[in-house]
């Protein structure tokens, strides 16, 4: 059953976002022996950080939720509700690791050791305002999980917002360029959390250019089913989702994965490339992620979101095989067709760095903490083959959809030592072609897996099994 409003009081407050507010936060990842023990857990997590509370209470600590399949299967659930889980979550990420392009560095048996034989159930993420609520809110947990029989944390992972400010710009080649407010940084030196679909019932305001293309040419808001279950998607239709109902509703799927960024690669590679073609390497940066350093648009664009791919059909303004053009194609195939398609596959992020920003000048080595610098990549979506997997497999790790043959995402795509990208000349703006060749494997998966983003009511239901969802 679909309703037309979405009650933001059950949805988890990670689709809103834990933004600038809440800069400094750590995952957990959890593991119970028995069913008894996972609900003595979900009880004393209760109550989850709501939508609803991000936009009013605004707590100071965020605590949000989700479970794996090997999760749900600890809690004893009915067999028809477990079996009703679609294949792909069932599966989990290190089965699919094909269908993901998780090979050579990336490849499952090279991931971290929580990551293997199903330890994790449990993925808690907890955003706070400051370092010392988050040491506190810390103790605590950990404190009344040393307590707990059948409980254990089998792994944890500190992350925080890197936000500009005078000592870190974003365009950080170059410390005169400085957005007017703080915005949030990625580890190659790239204005980050952009991009994002609005969501019908969710976005307080239309965002010009970050939604969808309508056949009228208008920009529009997704309905919440491409991302939320138990609501309509773009078909007009219900996605496929668990039963009962009540399980699934203003529920979502997650996608987790812990990428390693290769810093220091990255900036050897630009200049290696930028001495060869005797370009500039922040424009070949640019070129290469799709956006300058400051988010703003390769494309003429009337706002950093307002932009269309469908006038430059050859890429010689934003390449064809960038990644912003690859993970977010627009109505590159067509204005309207083309649209369509791709509106099925888009994904709603939700990432966040982890370890220290690298000063320009500087190596890893010589900033590092034990874990590097990286990004805990977070999708929610309603089909994780349909949205996430398409992207990874048709759009990241393969050419033929932008005429690029079986080259692939110059980013995140899985390289294999013969790569290359071309960014095709433009004669009028005075620029030849350059092939940028031997691209290196800048981006490491080293784990992580598929959850259930339950409601807060389901989730709460889950703790007394008042829903009769127990076998």
């Not at 812990?258 to 290696?272: F, I, M, S, T």
């Not at 050859?314 to 109505?331: A, F």
């Not at 949205?387 to 048709?394: D, G, L, N, S």
């Amino acid at each position: 059953m679909s309703s037309t409003t979405i009650n933001t009081k059950d949805v988890q407050g990670i689709f809103k976002g834990f933004g600038l507010a809440w800069p400094k936060g750590r995952f957990f990842f959890l593991r119970y022996d028995d069913d008894k023990a996972g609900r003595a857990l979900i009880r004393h997590l209760m109550p989850l950080t709501s939508f609803h509370d991000l936009k009013s209470v605004k707590p100071n600590v965020c605590v949000n939720a989700a479970f794996t399949c090997a999760g749900l299967e600890g809690l004893k659930l009915d067999n028809d509700l477990l079996y009703s889980l679609p294949e792909d979550f069932r599966d989990g990420m290190r089965r699919r690791a094909k269908i993901n392009g998780d090979a050579g560095a990336s490849a499952p048996e090279h991931w971290e050791d929580i990551w293997s034989d199903h330890q994790v159930h449990l993925w808690v993420g907890v955003y706070s305002r400051t370092d010392t609520l988050l040491k506190d809110w810390d103790k605590a947990f950990t404190t009344w999980v040393a307590k707990t029989k059948g409980v254990a944390i089998v792994g944890s992972q500190d992350v925080s917002r890197i936000v500009s400010s005078p000592d870190v710009p974003v365009y950080i080649e170059d410390k005169t360029s400085q957005p007017e407010k703080p915005v949030l940084l990625e580890h190659f030196g790239f204005r980050d959390g952009i991009g994002n679909p609005p969501i019908k019932g969710l976005n307080d305001k239309h965002i010009t250019g970050g939604g969808r293309i309508t056949p009228e040419g208008e920009w529009a808001d997704f309905p919440a089913g491409e991302f939320i279950l138990g609501h309509v998607d773009t078909n007009g239709e219900m996605p496929i989702a668990p039963k009962p109902d009540a399980f699934a509703r203003n529920g979502s799927f997650m996608v987790l994965r812990k990428l390693a960024q290769d810093v220091d690669l990255w900036r050897d590679y630009l200049k290696g490339q930028a001495s060869k073609l005797n370009a500039d390497a922040d424009d070949i940066a640019s070129r290469m992620v799709g956006r300058r350093r400051d988010g703003t648009p390769l494309m003429p664009a009337h706002d950093d979101f307002d932009f269309r791919y469908s006038s430059d059909p050859e890429g010689r303004v934003c390449p064809m095989g960038s990644h912003m053009r690859r993970t977010n194609p627009r109505d590159s195939s067509g204005a309207s067709f083309g649209s369509l398609l791709v509106d099925r596959h888009r994904i709603l992020r939700r990432a966040i760095t982890y370890g220290e920003l690298v000063p320009t000048g500087k190596t890893q080595e010589e900033v590092n903490g034990e874990d590097g610098q990286g990004l805990m990549f977070i999708v929610l979506n309603a089909s994780i083959s349909r949205q996430f997997e398409f992207v990874q497999q048709q759009w990241v790790n393969y050419g033929n959809e932008f005429n690029q043959g079986n080259d692939r995402d110059p980013i995140i795509g899985t390289q294999c030592g013969e790569d290359q990208m071309v960014i095709p000349g433009d004669n009028a703006a005075g620029r030849d072609t350059m092939v940028c060749d031997n691209l290196q494997q800048f981006v490491v998966c080293k784990g992580g897996d598929y959850f259930f983003l339950p409601s807060i009511s389901a989730f709460e239901a889950l703790a007394s099994d008042s829903q009769g969802w127990r076998r």
